[in-house]
């Protein structure tokens, strides 16, 4: 399956910002999805992941109350909806799909978009 990632951008703290990332090649309602990001010095991280059916999803503890990760199964697409940005929310972020939760939320998906720019100005 091939990712593309979109909606990247540049907000101020406290506004929003709605990530997508549209799949092609395979069959999309076979995929968990996961949206990770990135900042120099750390690891990778999944901060949100979706099942197949959209009825599970995860969150890390630091996104929870603010992002929401939903799916679309019809349009081939995983949005990453985000709210009440903060400056420490800025990163790379990427889409990535795989046969299981675990293999997201454990940071091993085996499919990966590329990334979109996020950048929260204080």
């Known amino acids: 399956v091939q990712l593309q990632a979109y909606g990247g951008g540049l907000v101020q703290a406290g506004g929003s910002l709605r990530l997508s990332c549209s799949a092609s090649?395979?069959?999309?309602?076979?995929?968990?999805m996961g949206w990770f990001r990135h900042t120099p010095g750390k690891e990778r991280d999944c901060i949100a992941a979706i099942s197949w059916s959209g009825i599970q999803t995860y969150y890390v503890d630091s996104v929870k109350g603010r992002f929401t990760i939903s799916r679309d199964n019809a349009k081939n697409t995983v949005y990453l909806q985000m709210n009440s940005l903060k400056p420490e929310d800025t990163a790379l972020y990427y889409c990535?799909?795989?046969?299981?939760?675990?293999?997201?939320?454990?940071?091993?998906?085996?499919?990966w978009g590329q990334g979109t720019l996020v950048t929260v100005s204080s």
């Open positions: 990535a799909a795989g046969l299981t939760m675990e293999t997201i939320i454990n940071k091993k998906p085996p499919y």
């Open positions: 090649g395979d069959t999309f309602s076979r995929y968990n």
